[in-house]
């Protein structure tokens, strides 16, 4: 249908895929070698890379964190991400027909896709979290330092 072989690591990503989806390539990599110990992550770069260039996985990146990657694709879904912990969470296409927005000024382009992504903190975060009575969040990074 896409033109790729079924391989025996390619299996082994898309069950990772299918059971962690938003993973990174080291989650991807351990996991996969729970049932194939031999593989390698040059393979799993490998994997990832044809799944998504035949358009099988999605490749996502929140500035500051590792790019991570899903199988829903096609449908032109965001993320919310936490800016304590890095949870990551989808969120359908708010409103309308994709691209989901659209901008003031195109410049020329044709916008088939919108990527949007809101920053926030999970609800597992925000438990005794000062700023959340406050309305003014606090801004963590990813490790969770106050910036």
Known sequence: MVGLRVTRPRLSV???????????????VTAAR??????????????????????????IEPAGAPALFELRVGDNHHHLVCR??????DVDCTVGAAPCLTPS??????????EVVFWGLCRDCRVGNPSETTGVPEHHDRRGVKQ
């Open 105 to 114: 000024d195109t410049a020329g382009f044709v916008v088939d896709e919108a």
């Open 14 to 28: 898309l069950q990772v895929l299918a059971e962690r989806p938003h993973a990174d390539v080291d989650t991807i």
């Open 84 to 89: 304590s912990c890095g949870a990551v969470a």
């Open 34 to 59: 729970a049932v194939h110990p031999t593989l390698s992550p040059q393979a799993v770069y490998g994997v990832l890379e044809a799944l998504v260039s035949r358009g099988l996985a999605r490749r």
